[in-house]
């Protein structure tokens, strides 16, 4: 019996008679669990050991690395006595980039009885810049960039590498191909020696036939002021998108000003052109501010091939930024939504609402409310509205004049939002705290 998934192994530990099962536990690789994201060439494995006496340990173990199309045997342990079963180092031939590949474990007890093996997965990132297929970092006029490209067969793996300076965003014919906020540098990188980039399945996104790559991009840590960590120039990115068909035929797809192949023809070019998006203004601590007019105006950018431009609004092609260098995988070191919080609504005064929500939180902003401007605040940043000292969103209509909040005070979300529904902050972060005694 092979268990693969988390759901099997958890099911599999006890018998129906609630017994527990010798078998390996919580496969991880460099820690992270079925990671896409692995561009460490020498990665290390680790699992936990589930046996149905106390007191046992592993006293040797074997495991088997394949890659999952071809399903050769890459590497095989063989039986190694030892008990270590945390960073066990890959001892295999040099692995392949852009790869999946499958891995089973089995470790002996203290009595040499061999356990149940256990399946996890894993795939390889971009090992070097020659990884990149000669993708290069694009600029343009606004922070919405948006290119096509055509797939001849049905689709059965595609990979899309995105790096941004500071944070990007992707819609893949019109879908978000991420569920996660600040981008690559939710895990805080100074950008002064190292980029990082995100690794992202967008194989359910891409289809057979002409398809849409959509961009978003700001300054983040790039460019926060008044202390940017980042180096000149405005917000950029590059792109590698790998697509796979039901041919077993893989084309790459480079950032690119031209549809010329790269270099030594390893990609396709991938010219994008640009405008300034919906999203018009953002920083991590200082709000964001979408104009939903704009929003209307580019209907379909990130979404239709047959997208037919504003005459209204300048689109430019993308020119090549500066090549910043070395880049490593974000590995999922993400920011996203993990709960959901209904507050409790009072009226304060006219035209104010408060949400009270009792706890302290950070969060993102999403509203359906056909409101001109919506101001975000924290409790802790609204000490003058008579409420429970407990984190709270207050929510206005119109700027409050005299000023509620003084500027200094104010850590506000901006949404020009008309009669849009549910505008998402993508690009900012808030926290509600209480306030100090």
């Known amino acids: 019996m092979e268990v693969s998934s988390s759901s099997q192994r958890d099911a599999y530990m006890r018998e129906t008679d609630g017994s527990v099962v010798q078998i390996p536990t919580r496969l991880r690789v460099n820690a992270l669990f079925m990671p896409l994201s692995i561009d460490d060439p020498i990665p290390r494995f680790s699992w936990s050991l589930s046996h149905p006496n106390r007191g046992e340990f592993q006293s040797a173990y074997h495991l088997v690395l394949s890659e999952v199309v071809t399903q050769r045997t890459v590497w095989d342990s063989g039986i190694v006595n030892s008990s270590l079963h945390v960073n066990t180092l890959y001892l295999g031939p040099n692995l392949t980039s852009n790869t999946d590949y499958n891995w089973t474990v089995l470790f002996y007890d203290s009595v040499g009885v061999a356990s149940l093996p256990a399946s996890s997965s894993f795939s390889t990132a971009l090992f070097s810049s020659d990884d990149w297929r000669g993708s290069v970092w694009l600029a343009g006029n606004g922070n919405a960039f948006r290119a096509t490209f055509n797939v001849s067969a049905p689709v059965s793996r595609a990979r899309l590498f995105l790096s941004g300076l500071g944070t990007a965003k992707a819609w893949v014919n019109g879908n978000a191909t991420d569920d996660h906020q600040l981008g690559q540098y939710a895990n805080v990188v100074s950008m002064v020696t190292r980029f990082l980039y995100d690794v992202i399945d967008v194989t359910s996104l891409v289809s057979q036939g002409c398809n849409t790559l959509g961009v978003q991009l700001f300054g983040g840590w790039w460019a926060q002021k008044p202390f940017p960590w980042g180096g000149s120039g405005g917000p950029q990115f590059r792109v590698l998108l790998s697509v796979t068909t039901s041919a077993g035929v893989t084309t790459y797809y480079a950032s690119s000003p031209s549809h010329n192949s790269t270099p030594g023809g390893e990609a396709e070019g991938l010219p994008f052109i640009s405008a300034g998006g919906p999203i018009t203004g953002a920083g991590i601590y200082s709000g964001e501010t979408y104009d939903a007019r704009v929003a209307q105006a580019l209907k379909g950018w990130d979404s239709s091939c047959d997208f037919i431009p504003d005459t209204q609004r300048t689109w430019s092609p993308a020119e090549q930024a500066s090549d910043w260098g070395a880049v490593m995988s974000a590995h999922h070191v993400w920011v996203r939504t993990d709960e959901e919080f209904t507050g409790v609504v009072t009226n304060p005064m006219p035209g ?66 008309s009669k849009i529904t549910h505008p998402k902050t993508h690009f900012t972060l808030h926290q509600a705290a209480p306030r100090e005694p």
């Open 352 to 417: 104010t609402w408060v949400f009270d929500f009792g706890v302290s939180f950070f969060f993102f902003f999403r509203t359906g409310l056909p409101w001109l401007v919506v101001r975000v605040f924290s409790w802790s940043l609204a000490p003058r509205l008579r409420s429970p000292r407990l984190p709270c969103i207050v929510f206005s209509p119109l700027p409050p004049s005299p000023p509620l909040f003084p500027p200094k005070h104010t850590r506000a979300c901006l949404l020009a939002c």
